[in-house]
């Protein structure tokens, strides 16, 4: 089993930035891959990016792309995600999540999910 904890939400006004931060423990070297999630009040869950523990191969939903980097330390088995030039619209409760099987944008394949972490953009 992993367990992961994110961290690093706050409010920002648009335009500015935050960085999200996941520790994972647990059973991490089973986790092929780790993604990041958010949930918008009212909406459903949406991919924003994920990376592979190994290689640290990278993949990015279009809102995000430009704007928004994730990476990993291996020692710390932590993944992070910046994210710069920050917009009304990605407000929400952002969620890390591991998958066992393959990177995958699809959160219905991943297997362990943190507890979220809040991120609020004024205009």
């Known amino acids: 089993q992993v367990q992961l904890v994110e961290s690093g939400g706050g409010l920002v006004q648009a335009g500015g930035s935050l960085r999200l931060s996941c520790a994972a423990s647990g059973r991490t070297s089973s986790s092929v891959a780790m993604g990041w999630f958010r949930q918008a009040p009212g909406k459903e869950r949406e991919f924003v990016a994920a990376?592979?523990?190994?290689?640290?191969?990278?993949y990015y939903a279009d809102s995000a792309k430009g704007r928004f980097t994730i990476s990993r330390d291996n020692a710390e088995n932590t993944v992070y995600l910046q994210m710069n030039s920050l917009k009304p619209e990605d407000t929400g409760v952002y969620y890390c999540a591991a998958c066992r099987g393959v990177t995958t944008t699809s959160a219905s394949d991943y297997d362990y999910w943190g507890q979220g972490t809040r991120v609020t953009v004024s205009s």
């Open positions: 990376i592979r523990w190994s290689g640290g191969y990278t």
